[in-house]
Every structure is written in structure tokens, then in C-alpha cells.
């Protein structure tokens, strides 16, 4: 569902060495009410998808992967590094856990395939939300 709030917020991520760690800042600020969790998802544009990588939560950490720092109240900034051990493996969507998820998550960020999502109280589904593509190539 599409909804109209002055949240507003910005993703910044660095693939590093050779694929095996995303270094990422999120921003966000002017939200309609706490945050709840913030994550990236593998969708296309339009089209909602399930969580693969964790970047924060004030919820229940999900199972099988390390579990994610605390989301602070807006307005924040968060930094992080995400490597193999925190993809959440999605069968449905064909995405594995480990090494080979990660590689698929990095290969759906390339296509355009994945966004960032920050979800809130008022907003449980997600406040904000934007598309990641790729800029540059990859840092060692």
C-alpha cells in the first residue's frame, strides 16, 4: 500500500572484500512514529518481497542469524557491516542462507532487485522505502 508521510530517509552501502561484507549507513528522520525494525528485502520495484538482511530491530531478532542492533528513535543514523551469516535464507523467493544467499543478495542489488525498508509503529508494513542499484564497483 502506498501511503503519504514526511519520513524521508537515505541508504548508503559498500560491497567489500570481493563480495563478503556490505558496509551500509542508514538515515531517517521525520517519521510518523517509532521505528520498529529496518531491513533490506528482495523485490523489484512495485513489488513487496521478504526480509533477507537484518540492518536493525526494537522486535523478537529473528532466528538463525546474529542478531541485529537496536534501532534508535529519529532522527538517527546507523552503521553497520553485513556478511554470509545474515541472510535469512527465503526458499520461496529462492534465495539460500550463507555464502550463496549472500551472493544472491549482492547479485539482486545489482539487478535493481532488493530495497530498504523502514518500517514503524503507526506503519507496520513500512514507512519509508527505496530501491538499491548498484553506482560503483565494488571495494576492496
Not at 541472510?87 to 544467499?101: E, K
Amino acid at each position: 500500500m502506498t501511503i503519504n508521510s514526511p519520513g524521508s530517509g537515505e541508504f548508503k552501502a559498500t560491497i567489500r572484500h570481493n563480495g563478503t561484507e556490505i558496509e551500509y549507513e542508514l538515515t531517517y528522520q521525520d517519521l510518523s512514529s517509532d521505528v520498529t525494525q529496518a531491513h533490506i528485502h528482495f523485490g523489484r520495484p512495485a513489488i513487496s518481497g521478504m526480509i533477507v538482511l537484518f540492518l536493525c530491530t526494537n522486535l523478537d531478532p529473528p532466528s538463525g542469524v546474529p542478531t541485529p542492533k537496536a534501532c534508535p528513535a529519529a532522527p538517527a543514523t546507523i552503521t553497520g557491516t553485513l556478511t554470509a551469516a545474515d541472510v535469512i535464507a527465503r526458499p520461496a523467493q529462492g534465495i539460500d542462507a550463507g555464502a550463496t544467499g549472500f551472493t544472491e543478495i549482492l547479485e539482486a542489488i545489482r539487478a535493481g532487485a532488493a530495497y530498504a525498508n523502514v518500517h514503524t509503529t503507526v506503519y507496520p508494513s513500512g514507512e519509508i522505502r527505496g530501491r538499491l542499484r548498484s553506482h560503483r564497483h565494488d571495494k576492496d
